[in-house]
């Protein structure tokens, strides 16, 4: 409901809304109050400056505040008489106060609203609202106290109150300030012109187009690709490299002709090849062994299907000569995959070998790469990268954040190639195409789960250290776009071959589809929703090798003994599928948390099961917030 209090002529206006907690409900009062400060005749500076306080506030209280089954309230207070403008959001979580980050750079995740409210209001903070909530206010004057000079409107003010903000951290901001089109803040504009990169200083001027500043959500043509292959810089990741050796002889040879095809456009970092040195006899080990532990799993499945035939013959009391010959049927089929596995892996590997002189893959890459290799970076210099690399995994800033549970200064590892690729692109001022089997989110922006291109924030970076445009393609990707421009032929099944190696990759089988953020988000929603007894459950199951039963959940729930635990997993999974609709997990990855029963499905839960696949991710998840 709404109300406009009557008030005098002059003195003071009010208007109240109670909104939805949800992402609808903040959008709903951003519209709301620019109606209402229209409606008063404030100036447009401060009906500016007053929307996008609102629209920060009701985000945080839809996002941060939220108690199901609770709205959050509007406010709106005009003193004509003070020139004051108060805006008001009160909340039902009275605990989670907003909190200014430390680091006022505004390059974290989290904290750049506060910072933007902070620099568009005249003063602001927090008051508690009984019984359990609280109110974050803010206010504007609406009188100008300075003579003489123009004041800063808008963003403009934010720009000269937080220095060295970077144009992308503002830009979801800048999308509600009235849709306009402007110059990102304190910057000049790059454009391409006849392949060159230009510098147009004229940083301000609204003159500007639809990819102006946007250029990483352009999809990539023919003539873009063809253009990067023949005068840019093709740079493989050391992901690249390695799974040469995971491809069969035929795909490999063909991903090495099309590296060859790009002549003296390709250029490896030196990060890649310390991260190939450092990890090709692992990775061919992991290889080699690929079929016999393919082959034991494969037992182990048997075993598994075994027993399971042989409970449901008892449950049914199906004759013993049936169920034999049942289980003589289902063993030589498993015997006869684990048969193939053994022979095709053997079949394949039989040439490799750790002695870099007989490796054929080796002998192969030696002479595509002769000459393409940068140098390493300066002592000074990679101690400065290695620095920034960890601030950036730390404040998950891309790229490279997404590999946080590395040892020591391995998180840096990304950053450092990225960094090589940049000065590189900055000496020849040009564009770049980055081939990586790497599919995770600190290097690509994902919509609706799937890599539309790299991320924005990667973009605009290269633009600024005087590179051109930024693409990537995947190994599969980069093969079919180079093969028609390059004009080298395409053996039939390589592509296949190399598709098969990147959807093993991407199936993320160590921790069945979960990522540590994911699993976080996942606890977080419970938490949000207040079902912080399934993160509890799920933490200790994992401790207990993947159990918890019946009577501990009880206990680490306090729950009465006549309460049914029906239902008890319903929460865990519909965020599970909410989170698969967002594209955070794959559609197979596993379940988190299952009822597992001594006899009948139907009866009471014997206790709950976390997937063992998730085990060691939550015990490690654990661990992590422990320290």
Known sequence: MSATLPHPPSTVATFAQLLSSTRRGARLAHLLATTQLRAWDISPDVTERAEQIVAELAANAALHGRVQGRDFRLALTLDATTGLLRIAVTDAKGGQLPVVPIDSTTEGETGRGLLLIGALADRWGTEPHPPGGKTVWAEVSHRPSWRGMSRPTGLARVARSLPLVPFYALRSQQANARGRVGAPLGRGIRRRRGGAVAEDTTAGVDNRGLFDDFGAFRTPTTDDFTSVLTHGLVAPDANVLLNLYRYTEQARGDLLRALGAVEDRLWVPHQVLVEFWRNRESTLSDARSSGAQAAEDMAGHADQAERTLRTWANRVALPEEETDRLRSQLNEVFDDVQEAIVKVGEGEWQNITHDTSTDPVIAELEPALDGRVGAPLSPQDHAKAIAEGMRRVEKRLPPGYMDKTKDGVGAAADYLVWEQVLREAGRRQCD???????????????????????????????????????????????????????????????????????????????????????????????????????????KYAAEMNGVADAKSVYDICHYPEDRSLRGFTKPVTRITGLLRNLGKIPESAVQVLKAEYDTDPGGRASGFSVHPLLVPLVNALGDEDES
């Open 432 to 538: 770049v195409l980055f081939v990586t089997a790497d599919v995770k989110e600190d290097w690509w922006r994902k919509e609706q789960g799937f890599n539309r291109g790299p991320r924005p924030e990667l973009t605009e970076e290269l633009r600024t250290r005087g590179g051109g445009r930024l693409f990537m393609l995947t190994p599969k990707r980069f093969l079919e776009v180079a093969s028609p421009i390059l004009e080298f032929g395409l053996r039939e099944g390589s592509v296949e071959d190399i598709e098969r190696v990147e959807r093993i990759g991407t199936d993320d089988g160590a921790y069945g589809g979960w990522t540590t953020d994911a699993l976080q988000e996942l606890f977080d929603r419970l938490t949000y929703e207040n079902y912080e007894d399934r993160v509890a459950v799920i």
